[in-house]
């Protein structure tokens, strides 16, 4: 499984790779905002993408639209600090398939991408929350 990480903060891109190593995920590409998303999408097929809502140049919620609009339906999961209602509902329309706020546990990542990609081979029990991933 190839997962697509696009967070502006390298530190907490950092957090979710090794989120993703502890799972067995590993096949991973980073990307520092949503234009950079965009193009590795364009390059590459990704089983799934972990994004950012706020980050420069292009946020979360533009890369969405634009997925979208281009007919790409790779399962999207938003993971973010940003946790009101409206929020996540605007992410839900906007295209993600789900919704994690930050900080989190590697169970309810791994619960996360369980959820929108059924296939998915996750090899940790990951009760244990990433360190720092409340950026």
Known sequence: ???LIVEDSS???DVLCRALDALGLEDQVEAGNG????AALARERFDIVLLDWRMPEMDGIEML???RASGDHTPA???TVIADRESILHAIAAGANDYLTKPF?????????AAVCPAAALTADGDATPPSTTE
């Open 65 to 67: 639209h634009a997925m």
């Open 105 to 113: 546990s590697l169970r309810q990542l791994a619960d996360k991408i």
């Open 11 to 13: 530190r907490i891109r």
């Open 35 to 38: 234009k950079e998303g965009l």
């Open 1 to 3: 499984m190839k997962a």
């Open 77 to 79: 999961i938003m993971v």
